[in-house]
């Protein structure tokens, strides 16, 4: 017994992973510790510092994967354990979590199951030994403060950030740019060996402009970016420890014994498709979207009142509602086929069929949207099946790739096609659509489960992974034209029928 208890204690002082391992009861007694590799790819990485491999740190983690706890709180206990004589300075945009954050450490020392490994290794002094300020017999210190104050003349052999910005104040250009001019001016100056000290931020992504952005744009940073699900197209390499993400599959979780599909589903909800994209992917949008604004969203539900045709109730920005006969709309279809070039390594590539109607003053209101990976013929027999189900005048599709084959295929199966052709790039596609989205002149059904995906596709373009709905758009607003000028096609009023409302 005595035997296998010195092996734990020389393994713990070598494995900061092994040490947060077995040092997880102390800091979590209610809480069954979860293993998982991207803890295991953190602590390599904060050993490399302490190795001094790396100078430079940012670690991008979505929030309830342990990165506070990992960081701020089992790293430099364990790095005590070795070097007692470190000395840290720590920030956090509260200095209420980054004291929080200290009194952990502080508890974990005072331990009985520390002590009774490394009582030996040093002491925590009686004349300095507060809340948000602790030393060691062996000269090093952890100290800790908010963003923008408090530690004005003190130093550290490690400066760490732990989320330098509060989520209420994302969107606040004045509040973010003092950030960046405390970290540079302030914090990371804070150094007491710049050759040989180190910077480390771990945060969630805000915004394009926050603290991850502007060292990344300034650049000398390790870059350590987990996403809560995976991106085959942003796989994350660290060169200098020769490691990358090791998952395969596309949308695999990071932490899925502890945070799987239904919880990442919750969190979805809540945050919405901006929120979620920044804090979970580490993919923020500019600003509540680039191309595309959040609040420029507009949406609608289906009526059926009594002795009445059906009705669609359009929601205006200011809280008012107007009321549109569904038969006075004219209706359309557009169709993005899945693109031949788009259909190689892991990424998957997608169909997408959209059902548009057209008010008398045309507003736009999609009224059904099929996306799906689906192989050329099945992607022609789900666009007649949706022309015919919704009674739709003709259906516009894009011709380069596969997109001819797949307007042939329609055409001979009776539905009347017209062929796009896409001129210009993406960008120059999407200005009509942006103009219209701009006016509250598109509307999507409300509570629909197509708005999540539609909705980030929109935030993110042109910056975002995939852009088929986006395309799709942009087609359709294209058909309905530029408002305030004639529509490019003659109008086809088609008779609609529906099974209910909203």
Not at 161 to 183: F, K, N
Not at 414 to 440: C, E, N, W
Request: glycine letters at 8%.
């Amino acid at each position: 017994m005595k035997q296998s208890k010195i092996h734990q204690v020389r393994e713990a002082d070598t494995s900061l992973s092994q040490f947060i391992r077995e040092a997880w009861h102390v800091l979590e007694p209610a809480t069954p510790f979860v293993p998982g590799w991207h803890l295991d790819a953190i602590a390599e990485h904060l050993q490399a510092v302490t190795k001094g491999q790396i100078s430079n740190l940012l670690i991008n983690l979505p929030p309830r994967h342990c990165k506070s706890l990992s960081v701020c709180v089992f790293w430099p206990v364990w790095e005590w354990i070795r070097f007692p004589h470190t000395r840290w300075l720590f920030s956090a945009y509260a200095s209420a979590l980054a004291v929080r954050n200290s009194l952990r450490c502080r508890r974990l020392i005072r331990s009985q199951w520390f002590q009774e490994r490394w009582e030996d290794r040093f002491m925590l002094t009686k004349d300095q030994n507060a809340k948000a300020r602790f030393d060691n017999d062996r000269g090093g210190h952890r100290i800790a403060t908010g963003v923008g104050g408090g530690a004005t003349g003190e130093g550290g052999d490690r400066v760490i950030v732990d989320d330098p910005h509060r989520i209420s104040q994302r969107e606040s250009e004045t509040v973010r740019e003092s950030t960046l001019i405390w970290w540079d001016q302030t914090m990371s100056t804070r150094l007491n060996d710049p050759r040989n000290g180190a910077r480390v931020i771990i945060m969630q992504r805000l915004h394009e402009a926050d603290l991850s952005g502007h060292v990344l744009e300034q650049g000398g940073y390790v870059h350590l970016l987990l996403p809560a699900e995976f991106e085959s197209d942003r796989r994350c390499t660290t060169e200098k420890l020769n490691w990358t993400d090791p998952r395969e599959k596309e949308g695999e979780l990071l932490w899925p014994e502890r945070i799987g599909p239904k919880e990442i589903a919750q969190f979805k909800l809540r945050l919405g498709p901006d929120g979620y994209s920044g804090q979970f992917q580490q993919r923020p949008a500019p600003g509540g979207g680039g191309r595309f604004l959040a609040a420029t969203f507009r949406y609608y539900r289906t009526l059926r009142l009594a002795g009445n045709p059906f009705k669609y109730e359009l929601f205006k920005r200011n809280g008012e509602s107007s009321l549109v006969d569904v038969e006075s709309c004219w209706r359309f279809a557009v169709m993005d086929p899945a693109a031949a070039e788009k259909e190689s390594g892991n990424k998957p590539c997608y169909t997408v069929i959209q059902i548009w109607d057209v008010t008398p003053d045309r507003n736009m209101i999609l009224v059904h949207q099929f996306r799906e990976q689906v192989s050329s013929p099945r992607a022609a027999d789900v666009a007649v099946e949706l022309v015919r189900e919704f009674r739709v005048g003709y259906i516009a599709v894009e011709k380069n790739g596969l997109g001819l084959g797949v307007a042939q295929h329609i055409k001979r199966s009776g539905p009347t096609v017209k062929r796009l052709t896409a001129r210009g790039d993406k960008l120059s596609r999407t200005q009509i659509a942006q103009i219209r989205m701009a006016a509250g002149q598109i509307y999507f059904p409300r509570e629909s489960p197509i708005l999540f995906e539609l909705e980030k596709e929109l935030l993110l373009f042109p910056r975002g992974q995939y852009s088929d709905q986006v395309d799709a758009l942009a087609y359709a607003a294209i058909e309905v034209g530029i408002p305030g000028e004639e529509p490019p096609a003659e109008p086809v009023n088609v008779v609609v029928a529906y099974d209910g409302g909203d």
